[in-house]
């Protein structure tokens, strides 16, 4: 292999690719764990098609990113926060910190807890819930060493970042108990160290997340490459993962192993996903581009393999169970099974984009793969959850640290 393993397992055309040789398998019938039904994916289709017209009858959708789940029953709960920046680069900043730390507080919070909206006094769970309680922890100053800028995420504020400051943000107790809460308080930890190596210099000692345009590669016409942008953040964010696989020492994020794509290179067995990254890199779209930035090849980010997207193909009978009896295990996120699951929800999206199209005769510009994430699938597949089972949760059960679902 010439090109850099890690630049490999970080490129969106490696995670297709790779995703790609286990449903080709799955195809053939020679995946351990899932059988893949092709037939019945018209009817994800119709679903996904119906949903989108519901929510958005002009078709005019937003792409998929943290900031739609900020707009909760008609309020915008960002928009008092955002009125009060009055220039427009320190308005970009704060909202790249804002995006980089509610993404990573973003993994499943499971069935069980909820967030209290300080505002309105309703109960908010999973996705928005998620997402209020990081916003509000945000705009309260609990990221900036600087009382007098609040909204921004420094080093020096993340590395003391404590779980008990993670707790009440959370509202966390034992009657409201948040998965991963420890872990979650980490991986904030592990950022500010992070920023320290990654960003700081002699002339800014406490870096904010914000500065790592400073390493993105930008035209003078403001022009950036989506791929530069993802591979930026992985970097960042290399160290900041729990230990899982490595290379050469190195952690490799939200990458595993899958004993079926053995080869002879360095990087042999290994799917690569990186779901909260590409995540945040959807997120980090629409600031930019409200800055006066344009992000190129947007398309070559992948749908992503979380629970809701990957739910929406095993609730309407396209992914099978080999061994019904996997219904009611605890899986690892490492286990094969949930590795198969989350590589052909990959593949089975670029599908479901392609055919989607088709029905509503639209082109790929006009109708792009976050859009229809957006509009959409992962919608869809929370609709059917809500539908199959009282509490919403997925149909498999993963044991999940916070860190990658």
């Known amino acids: 292999m010439t090109l850099d393993p890690f630049e490999f397992l970080n490129s969106p055309k490696t995670i297709r690719q790779r995703c790609n040789q286990l449903y080709l398998l799955g195809l053939e019938d020679r995946l351990d764990n899932f059988r893949i039904r092709e037939d019945r994916l018209p009817i994800s289709v119709e679903l996904v098609k119906d949903e989108i017209l519901a929510n958005y009858p002009d078709l005019n959708v937003p792409p998929h990113s943290r900031w739609q789940h900020f707009d909760v029953r008609g309020t915008n709960h960002w928009s008092p926060f955002k009125s009060k920046i009055r220039d427009d680069r320190e308005l970009l900043l704060a909202q790249i910190d804002l995006a980089v730390t509610s993404v990573l507080l973003d993994a499943g919070a499971g069935p069980n807890w909820h967030f209290r909206d300080p505002l309105t006094g309703e109960n908010h769970s999973r996705s928005e819930g998620l997402a209020l309680a990081s916003l509000y922890l945000f705009s309260k100053g609990t990221f900036s060493s600087d009382p007098n800028d609040p909204l921004k995420a420094d080093a020096e504020s993340l590395r003391k970042f404590g779980v008990e400051q993670l707790a009440k943000g959370f509202q966390f107790s034992a009657a409201n108990p948040l998965v991963g809460l420890e872990e979650r308080a980490a991986l904030l930890r592990r950022l500010g160290e992070q920023l320290l190596s990654f960003l700081g210099t002699d002339q800014e000692p406490n870096p904010r997340i914000a500065n790592i345009l400073d390493k993105i590669s930008i035209g003078e ?79 070559l980010l992948t749908g992503l393999p979380e629970y809701r997207n990957g739910g929406l193909f095993f609730d309407t009978g ?87 679902f």
């Not at 950036?224 to 964010?237: N, Y």
């Not at 230990?243 to 490799?252: C, F, S, V, W």
């Not at 670029?350 to 994430?373: G, N």
Request: charged share 30%.
């Open 318 to 404: 396209i992914l099978e169970l080999k061994k019904p009896d996997e219904i009611d295990a605890l899986h690892l996120v490492s286990s094969e099974l949930i590795v198969e699951w989350r590589a052909l929800t990959v593949i089975l999206l670029d599908r479901l984009a392609e055919q989607l199209r088709e029905k509503l005769r639209l082109t790929r510009e006009e109708l792009p793969l976050p859009q229809i994430l957006q509009g959409g699938t992962w919608s869809t597949g929370r609709k059917l959850a809500y539908e199959r089972r009282p509490d919403g949760a997925p149909p498999l059960r993963v044991e999940s640290d916070g860190t990658v």
């Open 221 to 299: 016409d403001r022009v950036l490459k989506v791929d530069r942008l993802l591979g930026t953040l992985l970097k960042l964010l290399r160290n900041v993962w729990p230990p899982r696989l490595t290379l050469g020492g190195r952690n490799l994020g939200d990458v595993w192993r899958h004993h079926l794509l053995a080869d002879s290179e360095i990087t042999t067995e290994l799917v690569p996903f990186h779901k909260l990254t590409q995540w945040l890199t959807y997120s980090l779209l629409e600031p930019l581009e409200e800055a006066g930035y344009q992000v190129q090849d947007i398309d």
